[in-house]
């Protein structure tokens, strides 16, 4: 019998396992795309953009960008949920309800009224197909509207702002970045809770 891919589902889904060729994807994606801020400061620097113009950007077009990037750093955290659950609810995936026993009773017997009924991901490994596949386009998305704001910030510097005013910006950008490296555990997770389904434990 002819043994499947390493990164198949194993017994327990939370358990250190080899990434997939879908996480390594994810996880190059990510570290290509969250250097963006780095560069973009190197090329004000090499540009001698880096210091503030006596003649900066004006007020109310930093105030325009600002309110913009502002928008688009708040859609960055919520479409890409959105998007995930939606995908995730579409996946229709096969479930059964398990039931535990908090204990037997004073007579050895499991009592009904103890039971708690969990809802199950009743084919393990083509529900953590299905949540990478459902996964995928919701983290690009959030990813590049993460970087617009660094666009943005971008074009306060390279317009006379300097790194004084495109800092923030950038700052802004890596840290919605960096809480969004994919791990094979938080793409289950999110498709768990998405789907009200958990997967098999143990």
Known sequence: MRAGPLWRYHSSPMLTTPRSPSLFTMQVLWGALIVTPGLYTLILVVTQKAEAAAQGPDAVLVAGISACALFVAALSVALPRVMARRRAERSEPATRDDQTYADQGD????????????????????????????????????????????????????????????????????????????????????????????????
């Open 107 to 202: 007579h050895g017997f499991r009592e009904a009224a103890t039971a708690t009924t969990t809802r199950v991901l009743a084919d393990p490994a083509a529900a953590e197909a299905a949540a990478f596949r459902t996964g995928y386009a919701p983290f690009i998305v959030g990813m590049a509207l993460a970087e617009a704001v660094a666009n943005f910030g971008f074009t306060l510097g390279f317009l006379g702002g300097g790194l004084r005013l495109a800092g923030p910006f950038f700052a802004v950008c890596v840290a919605l970045q960096a809480v969004r490296f994919p791990t094979r555990a938080g793409v289950l997770a999110r498709y768990e809770e998405a789907v009200g389904a958990r997967f098999p434990r143990g």
